[in-house]
């Protein structure tokens, strides 16, 4: 046990290196303007004056370990400064979209997950067979279509025929049943994509294990199919799966941008696509953070995770 | 033997998928044999022994199908029994041991865990069973046979799971065991004590068995009859002794005169020595794989350097051609320290030492021709261009027996095995060096090849003078061309000298070990040895 | 329901066309190259068939468009008719001619991002899987850390500061996508540089552009050309998820993503219309994944048969 602690202390304390590090990059890339950032914002057109209160204003006039010193114990505090465009704390304009978008990878998170498991490990178990084939070239076209695509088809089909609305509204008094009806589609439409990685993903993963000699050992014990596959497939392919989910639900921060647009949802995403047209740096900094910040997390909990399941790590002599 | 039949094939033919067709494995098998009869199944590599051992429990890998014949355990047709039933089979009547234990275990269980898997299915209580496992552990001659199964696989060394292993197999009392090459992956010191162990406990439970290997001696000590498998086809079948004593097929004649190649003594030499390892403390990160080591090649002689894994044997030719820099101590050639590191030596001297590897699949470029493999050095090396180079490219596969006009063109993968060895030697060749080290050169090769390229060393060496550094684990190889012997034991040269010395008692003691563990093509080796360390 | 029976019938109908298209590949191409034509799987057939199509349009855009990309040549959104075949757009421009003009704008950039991607990943990757050392440690650190962000996030990052030109769209997408060919290229090389011939010839003592030209750099190419397609078909989303959202490739170009931002509104009053360029852009990409599918299945077959 003492290995594995150190080993999984160890994870821990690159995670937070790593942090670190994708802070400093994402606050450092404004540094790589040739020239200076006010007057790029402000265009050719700026007057030395305008451009000199800007710099004020960004805190340009003091060398760039400072700001960040001073950005970094901010974001850290929950005050992520002020919006350029709208001079409004950028902290009061995250709170609620950040809950509608951890609200809307959740519920995508909650269908795409046990339908990809159950169907990757279905088309494990069922190797070259018409489910197999079928649902392998279903999810290499699905993998293939553009997240807008998929929303714009789910569109036309499902809300053009007023099954469900094409356009999330959401209030803060909504019942759970109404905010779950509500974004159906744009839920959906992130499963489907998800769901098509993972289901590869899964049904790579198995197939490689039950190619293992000790799966074939199992065979000539004569034990039946299920007792292999429950006694000696599943416990060492936690590992494999766990990698797989993460890897996937890191993937969900990705396409909720998009989802996010097409159905004019108020989340973080969508906000962020307004700032990066603003050039509102301020507030697409704080958001590549946070989603940065999530993408890590996921990571650093499936590497322990995944230790934690291994037996060999957890049973060192 | 003459007890009752307990396994029946006839006409056995097995086929495996390529693409869309499906390719013969087996064509056309028989296979007899009685309650307590062990059988040896001895094939090259592909001869379709393993797909034959399997088959005999009625199974077939994925992308491998029975597709004729006929198979009856004890009055069982198991090509007619549903999965069902073969299942019920398996495990209790017909117990399988695998090569590779390590990988075979699963590395989530506990061994004891996997070996009660199958009793209590068979409803035998939890406390019945591991009692039963820790007996059998004891007789196996496992160290600590109370406490070792409660260990997980990667917990417990790989001669002790090949044992274990065999244990579990021996769980419901099976009346036949296939065992698939149960010792090609051990060290021939671990070897013989995991052979006694099987030998005895399937002679204590009067267990038919099959026993799969490539190794004739081995089998010779196992098996009461030898069937000889050659591309999925028998080539003979008879009784141990007989076989050995006057085998009948070519084929057959062929495998026993591979022992039969060795060269004449020659005198030592008395000038300086072309190459010295003096003192070399070598290793990786803080541990030392190399401690020590001294031995010296003479110019135009085979120096042999044998040790099990874990030796250092390999390690000392990485130093040697400046591949691992040594802590401690240097290598001379003409009496000059050598550059440690090989970036640091001029051309002239990269080319007095070449190096044949182990595996030629991994040491050709498998996208270079053949003209481009062996010329390269020739080009490099001698400034060779044109037709210069071509017609000493041509000159070389002459050399290594290869016809030069339908070879030059070829990719590697366009060739056998031994084939590709022998331009493994035709690339070093074509650097005209002094020393050649050969890393375990036969190993991956079946006999009869090694057989050809032992030769072909050997003639070159006559005809050119060389010298050849020969690293092994094979005491079979260092008896056929070595002139000198160093052995080798965990990074320390256990005994150095000429062949006929280190032969001869008084040995060292791990030398002896060494030595009297090589399996001999003699039935009552086995037995011998045992008595004699008694 | 409309467009699901004319999905099923595409795909019905796309199985006798890649039928055709084996068999004449199989008859037209040399001799060995025809027997690999004549085995392979309809899907990869029907994904090189694809492949062909939109390599012609893009060629020859201006040949085969009916009106010129840029110009307005009706009433905004025009239904389909014999003058525009596919209507016409927001501002009055003819669907089909920008969509075929797209095929040689968003693919082209895709292609060109993708080929820079290549060139700087896989180049810095290779060296540092044969130098090793310190080099390869500078190189995968930095990297690593750049690849802890989510690429589409770094892109938005990276195109708000830099402000969305089509060059600084290819060079922002290049270089977050390099960071991925850099893994893929150094662990490709890795196994090859541990082969015993990489280290025959370093023994030999030849230098380093010998070592990648003619020992690494050949049997690294078959892995690397199938990685080549996916992150084609990856950049290539990405652009056009960034057009999607009014940040990549600018109007007036001609391009896929943005035509269907601009169009997205006939979707709810049931207009396919817009939908035909993200279809598009689908088939590009299901195409390419089926050939690389293919390429990797025979790869790993091959070696199961030597090994």
């Given at each position: 046990m003492h290995a594995v602690l150190v080993m999984i202390l160890q994870r821990l304390a690159l995670g937070v290196v790593t942090l670190f590090v994708v802070s400093v990059v994402i606050f450092g890339a404004t540094e790589l303007l040739p020239g200076d950032l006010a007057s790029t914002l402000l265009g050719q057109s700026a007057t030395p004056e305008t451009v000199a209160a800007l710099r004020t204003q960004l805190g340009l006039d003091q060398p760039a370990p400072l700001r960040y010193w001073a950005w970094a114990t901010g974001v850290v505090q929950g005050d992520f400064g002020v919006s350029l465009a709208t001079r409004r704390p950028i902290a009061d304009m995250l709170a609620m979209r950040l809950g509608n978008t951890v609200f809307l990878a959740l519920y995508a998170a909650a269908l795409a997950v046990p339908l990809a498991l159950i169907l990757g490990i279905l088309a494990a178990l069922w190797r070259n067979s018409i489910f197999d084939r079928v649902a392998n070239a279903g999810a290499l076209s699905a993998i293939s279509f553009p997240e807008f695509f998929v929303a714009y088809i789910l569109i036309f089909i499902l809300a053009q025929s007023g099954f469900f609305p094409s356009m999330v509204r959401l209030s803060p008094d909504m019942a759970l049943g109404d905010k779950l009806y509500a974004t159906f589609l744009p839920a959906l439409t992130l499963t489907l994509v998800v769901t098509a990685h993972m289901m590869r993903m899964t049904r790579a993963a198995i197939i490689n294990l039950m190619a293992s000699p000790y799966i074939e050992m199992a065979r000539l014990k004569g034990l039946s199919p299920l007792r292999i596959v429950l006694r000696h497939a599943l416990p060492n392919a936690l590992a494999p799966i766990i990698n797989v989910i993460a890897l996937n639900l890191a993937y969900l921060i990705t396409g909720v941008v998009v989802v996010e647009v097409v159905f004019v949802y108020p989340g973080l995403g969508q906000l962020m696509v307004d700032s990066v047209a603003k050039r509102d740096i301020a507030v697409v900094q704080a958001i590549a953070l946070i989603f940065a910040s999530a993408y890590v997390l996921l990571n650093l909990s499936a590497d322990v995770l995944s230790t934690l399941t291994n037996p060999r790590l957890m049973r060192r002599t | 033997m003459t007890g009752e039949v307990l396994l029946q094939i006839k006409d056995l033919h097995v086929e495996g998928r390529a693409g869309d067709a499906w390719l013969p494995i087996l064509r056309g098998i028989d296979l007899t044999l009685h309650r307590g009869e062990v059988l040896g199944v001895i094939g090259e590599s592909g001869a379709g022994k393993s797909t034959l051992g399997l088959a005999a429990m009625g199974f077939a890998r994925d992308g491998c199908r029975i597709s004729g014949g006929d198979i009856r355990f004890d009055g069982i047709d198991l090509r007619q029994t549903p999965e069902r039933g073969k299942r019920a089979l398996r495990g209790r009547r017909i117990a399988y041991v695998a090569q590779s234990a390590a990988a075979s275990f699963?590395?989530?269980?506990?061994l004891i865990d996997q070996y009660s898997e199958v009793p209590l299915l068979t409803g035998m209580a939890r406390r019945t069973a591991q009692a039963e496992a820790v007996a059998l552990y004891r007789k196996m001659q496992l160290p600590n046979p109370e406490e070792i199964g409660f260990r997980y696989p990667h917990q417990v060394s790989g001669g002790q799971l090949q044992r274990a292993m065999t244990a579990m197999a021996m769980a419901c009392h099976p009346d036949l065991i296939i065992f698939d090459e149960p010792t090609t992956a051990l060290d021939v010191t671990t070897q013989i004590e995991v052979l006694a162990a099987i030998r005895d406990i399937v002679r204590d439970y009067d267990t038919a068995a099959i026993y799969i290997t490539h190794d004739l001696a081995v089998v010779a000590q196992m098996a009461d009859r030898i069937k000889i498998l050659l591309r999925g086809q028998e080539v003979e079948e008879a009784d141990t002794r007989t076989m050995l004593a006057a085998p009948k097929a070519d084929y057959t004649k062929s495998l026993w005169a591979v022992r039969s190649f060795a060269r004449p003594e020659r005198p030592a030499p008395k000038e300086a020595p072309l190459l010295s390892v003096q003192g070399v403390t070598a290793g990786y990160g803080k541990i030392d794989i190399l401690k020590d080591v001294s031995f010296d090649i003479p110019a135009g002689r085979t120096v042999a350097v044998v040790g099990e894994s874990g030796s250092g044997k390999s390690t000392v030719a990485r130093v040697i051609t400046g591949l691992l820099p040594p802590r401690g101590g240097q290598v001379l050639l003409d009496g000059v320290p050598l550059p440690q590191d090989y970036r640091a030596r001029p051309r002239a001297l990269l080319r007095q030492c070449q190096m044949i590897y182990q595996m030629a699949d991994t040491a050709l470029n498998p996208k270079l021709r053949l003209r481009d493999l062996i010329g390269r050095p020739a080009q490099m090396y001698l400034g060779l261009s044109g037709r210069a180079l071509d017609a000493r490219v041509r000159d070389l596969l002459a050399l290594i027996e290869l016809e030069p006009d339908s070879y030059i063109d070829r990719l590697p993968s366009e060739l056998s095995g031994g084939q590709k060895q022998r331009i493994g030697i035709a690339r070093a060749l074509a650097a005209e060096p002094r020393l050649i080290i050969c890393d375990e050169v036969t190993s991956a090769l079946d006999q009869i090849v090694q057989e050809g390229i032992l030769r072909l060393l050997d003639k070159l060496q006559r005809e050119l003078g060389l010298a050849y550094m020969f690293i092994t684990h094979d005491l079979a190889t260092v008896r056929a061309i070595a002139d000198d012997v160093v052995v080798m034991q965990h990074g320390k040269v256990v005994e150095a000298g000429p062949k006929a010395e280190i032969f001869a008692?008084?040995?060292a003691p791990y030398t002896e070990l060494l030595l009297s563990s090589v399996p001999e093509m003699n039935p009552d080796w086995l037995t011998g040895v045992l008595q004699r360390r008694q | 329901m409309g467009v699901m029976i004319f999905l099923a019938c595409a795909i019905v109908a796309s199985i006798p066309l890649s039928w055709g298209a084996r068999r004449v590949m199989a008859a037209v191409l040399p001799r060995n190259m025809a027997r690999v034509a004549r085995d392979m799987p309809l899907t990869a057939a029907f994904g090189i068939m694809v492949i062909a199509v939109y390599l012609f349009v893009a060629l020859f855009a201006p040949l085969l468009a009916?009106?010129?990309?840029?110009?307005?040549?009706?009433?905004?959104?025009?239904?389909?008719?014999?003058?525009h075949w596919l209507g016409t757009d927001r501002l009055g421009r003819d669907m089909l001619s920008r969509l075929i003009y797209g095929a040689r704008n968003t693919v082209g950039i895709a292609f060109a991002t993708t080929a820079l991607a290549f060139l700087v990943g896989s180049v810095l990757g290779i060296w540092a899987a044969l130098r090793g050392g310190w080099l390869d440690q500078v190189l995968s650190r930095f990297v690593d850390a750049l690849m802890a962000i989510p690429a589409l996030i770094f892109s938005l990052l990276l195109l708000t500061i830099f402000g969305t030109s089509v060059l600084t769209l290819i060079l922002v997408i290049a270089a977050v996508d390099a960071t991925r060919v850099f893994r893929i290229a150094r662990s490709v090389a890795q196994g090859v540089v541990v082969m015993d011939y990489i280290e025959a010839a370093r023994l030999r003592g030849e230098g380093t552009a010998y070592l990648i030209g003619r020992e690494i750099l050949p049997n690294a190419l078959a892995p690397l050309v199938a990685e080549f397609g996916l992150r084609f078909c990856f950049v290539f989303l990405t652009i056009s998820s960034l057009s999607f959202l009014g940040l990549g490739i600018q109007p007036p170009t001609a391009d896929w993503g943005s035509m269907v931002r601009d169009n997205a509104t006939l979707i709810t009053f049931g207009d396919v219309t817009p939908l035909l360029p993200a279809g598009a852009i689908a088939l590009l990409t299901v195409a390419v994944n089926f050939v690389v599918d293919w390429q990797l299945y025979r790869a790993s077959g091959l070696k199961e048969q030597a090994g």
């Open positions: - | 699963n590395p989530a269980h506990k008692p008084p040995h | 009916p009106f010129p990309e840029r110009a307005v040549v009706g009433s905004q959104f025009q239904p389909w008719d014999s003058t």
